[in-house]
């Protein structure tokens, strides 16, 4: 089976502009979650999406923001970019409980 | 709130030689998920091991095998026989069986180097 794949892979944006991140997960995969990993914070949870729901949702500002399609494929939208939003973003697919396999992460950088 | 603790930002191994990365978790549900991920300088995140909490046997993959004390929230992984490819960051992480499911949260990290 193919991986989570994530694109674009690099993005450079300027502070106030508004990006879009996609994720398709492992085929047969329902469940996708976002996390932003950064040198200071770690990785944090952004949300989680079950069936074109959000399930869960972390404590980020509602700049950050993000859907399902029906196909399972994920979204994630950050408006109104901050210096402090430069991180890597990585997806994260699952087919049941616990399990999560990643891909290979977004590198936003807010210039 | 659960929390992951990682007390060692490094760690050096020699080739062929054993380590062992330390965790400790926090949590009061009973029912969980405990992981170790593997980053290395690609980014990928790779899952090394699973164990869940109600199983007492500690869990097994090749190489790496972790040592679970679920009285004491601990959770370290074993690496034997460490391989140069062997050199990445290391988190562990949490998993709740219930309702926050697709929630993990993360450790700091181990940055593990392997000396040749």
């Known amino acids: 089976k193919a991986g989570v794949t994530q694109t674009p892979r690099y993005l450079i944006k300027t502070r106030g502009q508004q990006v879009t991140l996609s994720c398709s997960p492992i085929?047969?995969?329902?469940?996708v979650s976002w996390y932003q990993q950064t040198p200071g914070q770690g990785l944090q949870f952004l949300f989680e999406?079950?069936?074109?729901?959000?399930?869960n949702k972390g404590n980020f500002p509602g700049r950050f923001s993000g859907r399902q399609f029906s196909n399972s494929r994920s979204e994630m939208n950050v408006s109104t970019l901050e210096l402090g939003d430069s991180a890597l973003y990585l997806c994260?697919?699952?087919?049941?409980?616990?399990?999560?396999?990643f891909g290979p992460g977004t590198r936003l950088t807010v210039t | 709130a659960q929390t992951v603790t990682q007390s060692q930002p490094e760690m050096s191994v020699q080739e062929a030689e054993t380590v062992t990365l330390s965790c400790t978790y926090d949590?009061?549900?009973?029912?969980?998920?405990l992981f170790w991920y593997k980053q290395p300088p690609s980014r990928q995140m790779i899952l090394v091991i699973r164990?869940?909490?109600?199983?007492?046997q500690n869990a097994t993959e090749n190489r790496f095998s972790v040592n679970f004390q679920k009285a004491a929230k601990s959770f370290s992984l074993k690496i034997s026989d460490s391989q140069l490819g062997d050199a990445a960051m290391y988190f562990c992480?949490?998993?709740?069986?219930?309702?926050?499911?697709?929630?993990?949260?993360f450790g700091k990290g181990t940055k593990l180097s392997v000396k040749p």
């Open positions: 994260a697919s699952s087919a049941h409980r616990g399990e999560q396999y």
């Open positions: 085929s047969g995969h329902r469940s």
């Open positions: 999406y079950f069936s074109e729901t959000q399930r």
């Open positions: 949590t009061s549900e009973s029912d969980y998920y």
């Open positions: 164990q869940e909490a109600y199983k007492q």
């Open positions: 992480a949490y998993g709740d069986y219930g309702g926050s499911q697709g929630n993990l949260i």
